[in-house]
Structure formats: C-alpha cells, structure tokens
C-alpha cells in the first residue's frame, strides 16, 4: 500500500496569514499548498486532497479558512474532508483563535502563546493565554466532530500577535507550532 502524505492544517488563510505560512514552511522543508489560502478557503476539501497528493515532499500544509463565518463554512468542509481522506495522515492542526462570536470552539492539546512559551490552555486572537482549554475561532468547530482528530494546537493570529509572529522576524510562533507537530508529540507542557 501506498504511503499516506503526511499533512499539518492551518485553520487561516487570509493574505499576512498565508504569506507568513508559506515563509514558515519554507522554513520546515514543507511544501505549503498556496492555492488552498484565501479568505475564504478558495477550494473545496476535493481540490486540496488533489494538490496534496501532486506535492513534492511532506509535510504538506494546507489552509482552511471560514472568513469568520459562525457556520460551518467552506473551510471546515475542506478540513473535514481532508481528516477522512484514506491516502492522508493528519498530522496535526494548528487552530487558529478569532474574535468570532457564537462558535462551540475546539479543545486544545496545547497552545503556543505570543512569546513562543507551550502552555496547557487555549490563547486568544492575541496569543494571550486563556484560562480554559477551548480555542474559539471561525474554522475549528468540525474538528472534534471528526473521528480520532489529530495534535490540536492553538494559536494566535498568524503572522500577527502584536508584531511577535511577524514574517519579517521569520514567523517564530508559527513556526515553532509547525515543529512542535512534526515532534509529534503533544506532552511537551
């Protein structure tokens, strides 16, 4: 049988999210599948799964994106399809916090706040932890309604956090989460 493509899902996708992906990525040895990012997510969970098994090397990364929509958008049906695809291993999902009201939200293995410390709890769209183990954002609701979902960690706005994950300082956050999965690991708190 042939090899499951190993794949991390990022649960962001607009413009400074996905720029700042691709650099981190680069940074992993990934292969970052751009045309997955958009506000929302531009492809269908089809599409993805297409382009992910055409990569040249793993781990994949892929965006999904709900453009803050409280339903479950285009971006959570991409995320599902790609947790129940049989040719693709799921590494890990880094769960993306939004100011989205009226989400059930995902709980998190752990979160990487905004100075790059691993904690327990969830943080917020600041990467400021939280005191509870949920993560709410626009695009992470599906994640628990799927069968055995992968390492879920959490984490601020992508290429933001007060200028501490910014693309021109190499994205530190972001890519310390990108590690942090292919570790595999969730017992590092």
């Not at 100075?115 to 709410?136: C, F, H, P, Q, R």
Request: aromatic share 2%.
């Amino acid at each position: 049988m042939k090899n499951k493509r190993k794949v991390i899902i990022i649960t962001d996708g607009d413009r400074c999210a996905q720029k700042t992906i691709e650099m981190a990525v680069g940074q992993i040895g990934g292969r970052c599948i751009s045309k997955s990012g958009g506000n929302p997510t531009p492809l269908s969970g089809a599409e993805i799964v297409n382009l992910v098994k055409e990569a040249k090397n793993d781990p994949v990364v892929v965006m999904t994106d709900d453009e803050g929509n409280e339903n479950t958008g285009i971006g959570e049906r991409a995320l599902q399809k790609l947790l129940t695809d049989d040719e693709i291993e799921v590494m890990g999902i880094i769960a993306v916090a939004s100011n989205t009201e009226e989400v059930e939200g995902v709980h998190v293995d752990f979160s990487i706040d905004e100075n790059g410390s691993l904690i327990e709890n969830a943080v917020d769209k600041n990467g400021v932890a939280t005191s509870l183990k949920v993560l709410y954002g626009d695009t992470v609701d599906i994640i628990e309604k799927c069968p055995k979902p992968p390492i879920i960690v959490g984490l601020g706005d992508i290429g933001k956090m007060n200028g501490k994950d910014d693309r021109r300082i190499g994205a530190p956050i972001l890519t310390k989460a990108l590690k942090v999965i292919m570790e595999g690991s969730s017992n590092r708190v």
